[in-house]
């Protein structure tokens, strides 16, 4: 009963930027680490940015100084904000989110996947 929401993929021009958010939501208490992670055809999942909890972030060596992840804990909500796209950047992006349930469990999901394109 847990939904993994995608939003903000699609077309832009290299050195542009993109705005992505993943919403959980369903019987969840709160939200310990979320991290975004893209894969491109014919390659393997790569990690983007994680956040924990309480805001301490990671990213990817390819990413670090464009992409920012950042998360609304009120809203169970991670975003990455792209800038200076590149069209090595192309890709389908997934959310993960470790939700924490009411009585204290932990699962991770996994979005459905949101596109970005960068064109040339």
């Known amino acids: 009963q847990v939904q993994v929401v995608e939003s903000g993929g699609g077309l832009v021009q290299a050195g542009g930027s993109l705005r992505l958010s993943c919403a959980a939501s369903?019987?969840?208490?709160?939200?310990?680490?979320m991290g975004w992670y893209r894969q491109a055809p014919g390659k393997q999942r790569e990690l983007v940015a994680t956040?924990?909890?309480?805001?301490?972030?990671n990213y990817g060596d390819s990413v670090k100084g464009r992409f920012t992840i950042s998360r609304d804990n009120a809203k169970n909500t991670v975003f990455l904000q792209m800038t200076s796209l590149k069209p090595e950047d192309t890709a389908v992006y997934y959310c993960?989110?470790?939700?924490?349930?009411?009585?204290?469990?932990?699962?991770?999901?996994w979005g459905q996947g949101t596109q970005v394109t960068v064109s040339s």
């Open positions: 993960n989110t470790k939700c924490i349930f009411p009585d204290r469990t932990r699962y991770t999901y």
């Open positions: 369903g019987s969840i208490y709160s939200l310990d680490d």
């Open positions: 956040i924990t909890s309480d805001g301490s972030t």
